[in-house]
Every structure is written in structure tokens, then in C-alpha cells.
Antibody
């Protein structure tokens, strides 16, 4: 059974940093691309970043490019999102999500974690 | 970026009756491999989103067959043959053709 468990959320001041983690289990983590998707309070879904199985190829949304970095540790079955220079508008629930396709990134999200709330406020 | 537009924004439904949601993309989602890179997700109240349909018409594992996806190019539809009370929530379409993946604004389905 696939499980994705995020941690690391919290309240942080604008301009500060935070790192989210997502521990995966129930599937061959090193065979799947992974994503971060966020949802501002009461709003819709926004894709944030994705990473290929080898960890070298990554894409980030323009809204976070240069501030956020996705990474993974296949030995620890863990996905990360390093968030620097946080802004009030980054306030959201951050979900990690497993890509559907093994070996290549399909761009669909077949399993989601429960989410980690990040609140950026002074 | 590809813009996704859903309609309606709000959908009151009666259990046992059919329902449908439309999604339009600002450019074709038809890949040269013949698949449309269009997904449907449902976010039930208080829960994380779940994948219902991928590649336009393929039901994800465990999704009841009352859900079906259709369409091609820029126009897509999610249909529920007979709505059940557990189907309430917000439905999102999303294009998976290119990054950034982009979502529609959502359709909130409620029991009438």
C-alpha cells in the first residue's frame, strides 16, 4: 500500500526558509518521478515542482523558480522541497505526489500525501 | 502556459441522477502518440485530491465505472452516470502534456 507522509510545515516569517520532507513507502521509490503540488487556503491546485527518478532532472514552476528546490534521496525513500526567500503568497498546503508512470515522468499524480501546511506571516 | 477552463463552477446534483463537467484547454492536449494528456481529480471535503481519470479516458485503479472521461484536443468531459452521495467534492481537470502542469479552477459538486 502506497503511503506518502509529509513533514516540516509550520509558521515562518517572510524571507525565511523551510524544508519539507515526504517519506514514501509501499512502492519502488527509485523507479518513479515525484512532484510537489500546493493549495492556498480556499483556492485551487498549483503544481510546484517535479523530479525524475535519477534526481538530476528537475522542473519548477515559474512562481517558485530560483527560490524553491526539489530533491530526493532514493536511499532514504524521501522527497524534499527546500523553500527559501518565502513570501506571504507561498502560504498553502503542500502535497507530495507520486507520478503514475514507472521509469519516466507521465505528469499525472496517482497517489498524494496528506499535505503539510506552510504559513508565511510576519 | 496552457490555460484550463472548467464549467460549471458549481454543480448541484441529485443522487441517482447523471452529472457532467466540461473542461477546455487553451491548446490541444493530443500528443503525437494518440493520447490526450488530460486528467481528472476529485478532492473530497477535508481530503487530499485523488486521481480519477488519466489520458483523457482511462479510469485510475479503484475508480468506480460510473465515472467516465471523454473528449479530444481541447474539449473534454467528465461524466458520472449515477451520482452517489460520496461523490461530492471539488473536481479538477489538469493538463499533463507539458510543464507547468496546470489545473482548471475546479467544479464544486454538492447534493441538491
Amino acid at each position: 500500500q502506497v503511503h506518502l507522509v509529509e513533514s516540516g510545515g509550520g509558521v515562518v516569517q517572510p524571507g525565511r526558509s523551510l524544508r519539507l520532507s515526504c517519506v514514501a513507502s509501499g512502492f519502488m521509490f527509485n523507479q518513479y518521478g515525484m512532484h510537489w503540488v500546493r493549495q492556498a487556503p480556499g483556492k485551487g491546485l498549483e503544481w510546484v515542482a517535479m523530479i525524475w527518478i535519477d534526481g538530476r532532472n528537475k522542473n519548477h514552476a515559474d512562481s517558485v523558480k530560483g527560490r524553491f528546490t526539489i530533491s530526493r534521496d532514493n536511499m532514504k525513500n524521501t522527497l524534499y522541497l527546500q523553500m527559501n526567500h518565502l513570501r506571504v503568497e507561498d502560504t498553502a498546503i503542500y502535497y507530495c505526489a507520486k507520478d503514475r508512470g514507472p521509469g519516466m515522468v507521465e505528469g499525472d499524480f496517482d497517489y498524494w500525501g496528506q499535505g503539510a501546511l506552510v504559513t508565511v506571516s510576519s | 502556459d496552457i490555460v484550463m477552463t472548467q464549467s460549471p463552477v458549481s454543480l448541484p446534483v441529485i443522487p441517482g441522477e447523471p452529472a457532467s463537467i466540461s473542461c477546455r484547454s487553451s491548446q490541444s492536449l493530443l500528443h503525437r502518440n494518440g493520447y490526450n494528456y488530460l486528467d481528472w481529480y476529485l478532492q473530497k471535503p477535508g481530503q487530499s485530491p485523488q486521481l480519477l481519470i488519466y489520458l483523457g479516458s482511462i479510469r485510475a485503479s479503484g475508480v468506480p465505472d460510473r465515472f467516465s472521461g471523454s473528449g479530444s484536443g481541447t474539449d473534454f468531459t467528465l461524466k458520472i452516470s449515477k451520482v452517489e452521495a460520496e461523490d461530492v467534492g471539488v473536481y479538477y481537470c489538469m493538463q499533463a502534456l507539458e510543464t507547468p502542469m496546470t489545473f482548471g479552477q475546479g467544479t464544486k459538486m454538492e447534493i441538491k
